[in-house]
């Protein structure tokens, strides 16, 4: 759950600070259908966290204006999909010296993902090994997306 709320909450933003820019009106319905289901995704799951563990409030707030949790979160979620995406291209390669490029990029998306993981941890960003704080960042980033 942790994970589709904190990368929905991130395309969300996105999705939102891009619209403006999209000139095609058709492609600017497009973009407005995937902000209004991912806004519904996000009200959905939201109502799962009052049943995993208690949210306890975040020690300090950052500034409203601060978007480098956002910018983080948002390179580590695109790290962790090109994780997925090489692993899934190496299962699929027939080729062995294609494939051993796969493996070398994946290794490169690897030590990026844990890179800015170690990043966000260092920062707070990112509470992984506390499933309270880490569910109250998600419920505040979701909040966040949503009143855009």
Sequence with gaps: ???????????????????????????????KEAIMSLEQNIKDLLQFYPQAPVPGARG????????????AGHLLGKAKGWV???????????????????????????????????????RSMYPAYDLERLLANDMENAKKALSM
């Design 1 to 31: 759950m942790h994970e589709l709320v904190a990368a929905q909450s991130n395309d969300l933003i996105c999705l939102k600070m891009d619209i403006g820019k999209v000139t095609d009106p058709q492609l600017h319905a497009l973009y």
């Design 60 to 71: 300090g707030k950052a500034e409203a204006a601060d978007m480098t949790g956002f910018y």
């Design 84 to 122: 997925r995406n090489y692993a899934l291209a190496i299962t699929e390669t027939a080729t062995p010296a294609l494939r051993e490029v796969f493996v070398k990029h994946l290794n490169n998306a690897i030590k990026l993902h844990a890179k800015v993981f170690e990043f966000m941890e260092e």
